[in-house]
């Protein structure tokens, strides 16, 4: 029973223009939710969250939509840079007492085609 | 380097051996969180530790897993009799406060463990 599902295993871009990681989730009480950025033999990298109060939350290149009523994110890279190429990973929380952990989907590996 | 470290970064273990994963927090971060990721698989919650108490082991193994956070000293993940199925990397993250947010976790560079 994945709470939070990441549908597409990867996706290719070509440089300059727009990447779009899609991530849906089932579980209703999740009203955070985080987006990681992961290399090869490194730890997940922080790259931008979302309360559930906003729709909208916006990072230099990385900007993340949130529509409640779908239960549906989205992480839209622009441009996007060679760099970028890594598995993002979609995370989501529910911030009420006795609540510690985040719920990781199984990522969408990106690849940027210079 | 402020970062979480953990170590070792490889550690290779015949079954039935003890296996030991270290963890140092971001400094000014007290609240510690293991992960395990399985190939192919996203993350998974194993446990939530501050200075000497367990919060969360909900996610923990019944048997075999364990973990600790003394008052002086890294986070350790032990695990005993280590089986094949214990191979995954597991991933150390910390925060600065878990009740009221931030929520923002920041993980380490993981320890890969290999069973054989």
């Known amino acids: 029973d994945q709470q939070v599902k990441q549908n597409s295993p990867s996706l290719s871009v070509q440089e300059g223009r727009i990447s779009i990681l899609n991530c849906d989730y089932t579980?209703?009480?999740?009203?955070?939710f985080l987006w990681y950025k992961k290399y090869p033999a490194e730890g997940p990298t922080f790259l931008i969250s979302i309360s559930s109060i906003k729709d909208k939350n916006e990072d230099g290149r990385f900007t993340v939509f949130l529509n409640k009523s779908a239960k549906h994110l989205s992480l839209h890279i622009v441009p996007s840079q060679p760099g970028d190429s890594a598995v993002y990973f979609c995370a989501a929380k529910y911030s009420g007492a006795g609540s510690y952990q985040l719920t990781f989907g199984k990522g969408t590996k990106l690849s940027v085609i210079p | 380097n402020a970062g979480v470290m953990q170590n070792p970064r490889h550690l290779v273990r015949r079954r039935g051996q003890e296996a030991r994963l270290r963890c140092s927090p971001m400094k000014g971060h007290s609240h510690v969180y293991w992960y395990r990721q399985l190939p192919e698989e996203g993350l998974k919650f194993m446990v939530y530790?501050?200075?000497?108490?367990?919060?969360?082991e909900s996610g923990m193994p019944k048997e075999r897993f364990s973990a600790e956070f003394p008052k002086e000293g890294p986070s350790i993940l032990r695990i005993q009799q280590v089986v094949r199925g214990d191979s995954a990397a597991y991933f150390c993250?910390?925060?600065?406060?878990?009740?009221?947010?931030?929520?923002?976790?920041?993980f380490g560079p993981g320890t890969r463990l290999t069973v054989t």
């Open positions: 530790l501050q200075k000497e108490n367990i919060i969360d």
């Open positions: 579980n209703s009480m999740f009203d955070y």
């Open positions: 993250a910390s925060s600065l406060q878990s009740g009221r947010g931030p929520y923002e976790q920041y």
